[in-house]
């Protein structure tokens, strides 16, 4: 079973209130990645990280969307000011260096009304 | 860019059926995973499946590189076999990419 840990599993916020999201990757992986699962189920690749160090990213992370991976502390996923097409599942994965092999937390369910 | 075609994209199955499920890349893979998403929406890895042939009780997955396609065989279908299944393919470029998954429903 995964060991990697998500908080929170849901949260409600408002349009335009920030959202925050944490991930404790299993031990051992430098390997972070974060994606979104919107409405109708479709995946999208936000970024990933090797250590503190973002591997990739899409567009959209670089606007309202933050993420870090500090070292001795969880990675973040932080919206600054949430929308409504924000609402979606937030999937927090990792991986040992080198392998293509994924390991998911539960996922944050983010509500923006 | 990167893509990955699942089909079909629903089915239905009696109970103790047999079902097949398709995963095709347009690129060249690295790497590819099944994994089946319960109602919840939390993942659990099926198999991590590269290349050949793996299998783990009534489940069977075969990955053939050069025809940039992975399959997910299922035999002897239970109920408890209902939910989605996704795979995801890593190519040398980009990080793993999802399909649109398959929604398996196995009925009494």
């Known amino acids: 079973n995964s060991k990697v840990i998500q908080t929170p599993r849901y949260l409600v916020k408002g349009q335009g209130q920030k959202a925050k999201m944490r991930c404790i990757p299993e031990k051992g992986h430098p390997v972070v990645f974060w994606y979104q699962q919107n409405k109708n189920n479709e995946f999208k690749f936000l970024i990933n990280?090797?250590?503190?160090?973002?591997?990739?990213q899409i567009d959209m992370t670089e606007k309202r969307f933050s993420a870090e991976c500090p070292s001795n502390s969880p990675c973040s996923l932080e919206i600054q000011s949430s929308e409504a097409g924000d609402s979606a599942l937030y999937l927090c994965?990792?991986?040992?260096?080198?392998?293509?092999?994924?390991?998911f937390g539960e996922g944050s369910k983010l509500t923006v009304l | 860019g990167q893509q990955v075609q699942q089909s079909p994209t629903s089915l239905v199955l009696q109970e103790g059926e047999n079902a097949e499920l398709q995963c095709n890349f347009s690129?060249?893979?690295?790497?590819m995973q099944w994994f089946y998403q319960r109602p919840g929406g939390s993942l659990v890895s099926v198999f991590y499946?590269?290349?050949g042939t793996k299998q783990s009780g009534r489940l069977t997955s075969t990955t053939v590189i050069k025809e940039r396609r992975s399959s997910l065989h299922i035999s002897s279908s239970q109920i408890t076999d209902s939910g989605t299944y996704l795979c995801?393919?890593?190519?040398?470029?980009?990080?793993?990419?999802f399909g649109a998954g398959t929604k398996l429903s196995v009925k009494p």
């Open positions: 690129t060249s893979l690295n790497s």
């Open positions: 499946n590269p290349s």
């Open positions: 990280f090797q250590n503190q160090e973002v591997l990739q």
């Open positions: 994965a990792s991986s040992r260096q080198g392998s293509g092999q994924l390991y």
């Open positions: 995801a393919m890593e190519d040398n470029n980009n990080a793993p990419r």
